[in-house]
């Protein structure tokens, strides 16, 4: 009778984790943002952000390197005013990524908006 209670038992904590996992949320589609977005090889002078787990991000707008800090959950990121960034004169190169405010992830892309919210780049995940 105790083997026929215990199986009994077993039967119903198996059912109960059966049913909570049901129902806890899985979603994925979210994607951690840390690692490294667009090309950083300094030779192709193009975009890229590193970013860290920390909290912090580093980077260049293909020509001057910047830092900044970033705080988010899910698929979105605020970064906070860019805490450094070198000054040299670069010709034909796009600075759009020092005026970074927020991003997105979506999918293996990573959308770069400005304060006002609008789209100003896009970079995407690089190779790892």
Do not use: H
Request: glycine share 10%; hydrophobic share 45%.
């Amino acid at each position: 009778m105790a083997r026929s209670f215990q199986k009994g038992a077993t039967l119903i904590v198996a059912t109960a984790v059966l049913l909570l996992t049901a129902c806890v949320p899985i979603n994925p589609a979210v994607v951690d943002p840390a690692g490294v977005w667009g090309n950083a090889d300094p030779v192709t002078q193009q975009p890229y952000l590193a970013i860290s787990a920390d909290g912090s991000a580093s980077g260049s707008d293909g020509c001057n390197m910047l830092q900044t800090e970033w705080t988010g959950s899910g698929q979105t990121m605020t970064f906070s005013s860019i805490i450094a960034t070198t000054a040299k004169e670069c010709t034909g190169v796009d600075t759009w990524l020092v005026r970074a405010a927020a991003a997105e992830i979506d999918g293996s892309t990573l959308i770069v908006r400005d304060a006002a919210g609008e789209r100003i780049g896009i970079l995407p995940r690089a190779a790892e």
